[in-house]
């Protein structure tokens, strides 16, 4: 969704997508001040852009990633709303269609620049709401209707639209600049990647979503990890993911005989590997896991914290597993730090956590985009060795 890694709940960005959209009517066909024919034509050209953008960027995703996905069908109806908004109430309904087309395309791809470019633009504020609203801002000069707004298109519209969108473009450069700089000796702009997996205990001491403290009907501990506070609800909910995979895979293979489930396996294997190579790394992939080695290690450095009085038993017990070292290196492998990409795989294996193949892909990608194609030729090596030999990881063989 334009540069957003992970997200916190797509049901409640659907909900917001759709409070937004009802609202932008207000905000279009409210701006004649009166119930008129201009109001009608802004509030409609409204309703066509928001719904054909939608439409185009989810097929333009579907195209390039074979699936489309709910959050960029939000991001479509934002992208449509905010280039329409410029011209609503001075082109006509077929105009609109074309607008929101051109703005799906442009909007997507000034999106997939910013990521290229590793721009801190979170929710597509440049892509979407600066790209759209400056080329509905220009295309109206092309399209403007004298019947419907009182102007009719001409070169001069153009120019002086060009203009104006050149001149905001630049004014809001030169401010946002010198806000930032002035900001920045006050305060930290950016968080450290560190600071990222868990912003809100590292910038405000607390959690949102309740993740703070949970407690245990089995042991009565409350601890600081998810899900269900200590290890008892901890290898429950392991226990039942397992078992929801599980019961995926059996419903999503084909009928053949139980001599062919080996091979199976190692197609799926070989799918996902292909599959991860062929996109970023989305740290939703991993069930909401981002924040789980970090209370681990909370709890396990000081048990103190996870308990809420002297009689609950200790949670130094607790210790990663699998999934939790590969939230952790996704997490880091998305925010561009090779080095604790590194550092939290060779720990991974000091402590006796064998890495899978998900987790050799991981660092592989990470080297990758760092250009280190030494460190992808050995790890890959290493990786081979692990899965020929077959057996439990040796940090001292020779690779």
Request: hydrophobic share 40%; glycine share 10%.
């Amino acid at each position: 969704m334009c540069g957003v890694s992970f997200r916190f709940s797509l049901p409640l960005v659907a909900l917001g997508t759709g409070l937004l959209w009802f609202g932008w009517f207000g905000f279009n066909g409210g701006s004649a001040l009166a119930s008129t024919g201009g109001a009608a034509f802004a509030a409609v050209n409204s309703a066509l852009a928001a719904s054909t953008a939608l439409t185009v960027w989810t097929g333009i995703e579907w195209f390039k990633h074979g699936k489309p996905t709910l959050a960029g069908l939000c991001i479509g109806v934002v992208t449509g709303l905010a280039t329409i908004t410029p011209c609503a109430g001075f082109i006509r309904p077929w105009a609109a269609f074309v607008v929101s087309i051109l703005s799906a395309f442009a909007c997507y791809f000034a999106c997939e620049f910013s990521k290229k470019m590793k721009w801190d633009d979170t929710l597509g504020v440049w892509g979407v709401h600066g790209v759209g609203g400056g080329l509905g801002s220009i295309l109206l000069g092309f399209l403007a209707d004298k019947d419907v707004g009182g102007v009719a298109a001409s070169n001069e519209l153009v120019g002086k639209q060009l203009v104006a969108v050149l001149s905001a473009a630049l004014y809001s450069y030169v401010v946002t600049y010198v806000l930032f700089y002035a900001m920045s000796k006050c305060m930290v702009l950016k968080p450290t990647p560190e600071e990222i997996l868990d912003l809100d205990m590292a910038f405000h001491g607390e959690r949102s979503y309740g993740k703070d403290t949970t407690t245990c009907r089995e042991c009565r501990a409350g601890t600081v990890i998810m899900p269900n506070g200590c290890k008892h609800g901890y290898d429950e909910w392991m226990r039942r993911e397992k078992k929801e995979r599980d019961e995926d895979e059996e419903s999503e293979g084909s009928e053949g005989s139980e001599g062919s489930e080996g091979s199976k396996d190692s197609e799926n294997r070989s799918e996902t590997s292909s599959e991860m190579r062929s996109r970023p790394y989305d740290i939703g992939d991993l069930l909401d896991g981002e924040l789980v080695f970090e209370d681990v290690e909370m709890a396990n450095m000081n048990p103190s914290v996870a308990q809420p009085d002297e009689s609950t038993p200790p949670v130094a017990c607790i210790k990663p597993n699998e999934f939790t070292y590969n939230s952790v290196l996704v997490a880091y492998a998305n925010a561009g730090n090779v080095a604790m990409v590194e550092e939290i795989f060779q720990e991974m294996k000091r402590e006796g956590v064998k890495p899978n193949d998900y987790t050799y892909n991981v660092v592989i990608k990470a080297h990758e985009n760092g250009g280190n194609v030494e460190m992808v030729v050995r790890t890959f090596n290493e990786m081979k060795h692990a899965n020929i030999m077959d057996q439990e990881y040796n940090q001292d063989a020779p690779y």
